[in-house]
């Protein structure tokens, strides 16, 4: 099993997204949290429209401030436009997805966003999911 964190800016739209989707995608047999290094007061209202279209429902949800603990507890850690501000743990894979900040974008750009943060993560899970096992 592997942890994987995402992270963004704000927590409120792509890496809420990809906790949402890998989530649902890795069906317990990997595990996901998401972070921002600046998070904002709520999921962006076109990210949760977007994502209550996929069958998943972030009214709820509410953004989280990135802690070093979390860098700790990932074996993957997914960047999505937080740059400089993301923990660097040694011995974490790093990934950084460049994809658009969905906040304000009409839905069909923010669809398209969640879209591909869905392909990517199951290119994710089939490289983890093939991973040799460490005892």
Not at 1 to 28: I, Q, T
Not at 40 to 59: K, N, T, Y
Request: proline residues 7%; aromatic residues 4%.
């Amino acid at each position: 099993m592997a942890n994987v964190l995402f992270v963004c800016l704000h927590n409120a739209g792509r890496s809420r997204m990809s906790e949402a989707l890998f989530g649902r995608a890795a069906g317990g047999r990997h595990r996901a949290r998401s972070a921002g290094t600046e998070p904002a007061q709520r999921v962006h209202p076109e990210v949760a429209e977007a994502m209550a279209d996929a069958g998943i429902d972030l009214g709820d949800e509410r953004p989280r401030k990135l802690t070093r603990a979390d860098a700790e507890w990932a074996d993957v850690v997914v960047t999505m436009g937080c740059g400089d501000e993301c923990p660097y743990i040694p011995g974490k894979r790093y990934l950084d997805w460049d994809l658009p900040d969905p906040k304000g974008r009409p839905i069909a750009e923010v669809r398209a966003t969640r879209d591909e943060i869905d392909r990517r993560i199951r290119e994710l899970l089939e490289e983890l999911d093939s991973a040799p096992r460490v005892a």
